[in-house]
């Protein structure tokens, strides 16, 4: 029922800042008990979890990315962000957005997800 559609730019230059928007329906994002998430993974490696806002609009991040990542919404669009500044070769990776039906917690268990959105970081 919930889906979940990542859009942005597929190509950003080194040392600017990816946005990512993720635009939900079929559910509210701010809706009891879930977290909206962001979760990376770049060429050959495995998914990492970068952070979430969850349906009070608390934010959690990775201490990964903590330093240079904002995630924030629009309640009004159902919609949720992802900036990540100061970008490197190193952050290519396939982006996607998911719903998180843990809030808080040292562990993660998505039940939906985007489909995934390639961006490539190169001059």
Request: glycine share 8%; hydrophobic share 30%.
């Amino acid at each position: 029922q919930v889906q979940l559609q990542e859009s942005g730019p597929g190509l950003v230059k080194p040392s600017q800042m990816l946005s990512l928007t993720c635009t939900v329906s079929g559910g509210s994002i701010t809706a009891n008990y879930y977290a909206w998430s962001w979760i990376r993974q770049p060429p050959g490696k495995g998914l990492e979890w970068m952070g979430a806002i969850a349906y009070d609009g608390s934010t959690y991040y990775s201490p990964s990315f903590k330093s240079r990542t904002s995630i924030s919404r629009d309640t009004s669009k159902n919609q949720f962000s992802l900036q990540l500044s100061s970008v490197t070769p190193e952050d290519t990776a396939v982006y996607y957005c998911a719903r998180d039906i843990r809030v808080g917690e040292e562990t993660h268990e998505y039940d939906s997800w985007g489909q995934g959105t390639q961006v490539t970081v190169s001059s």
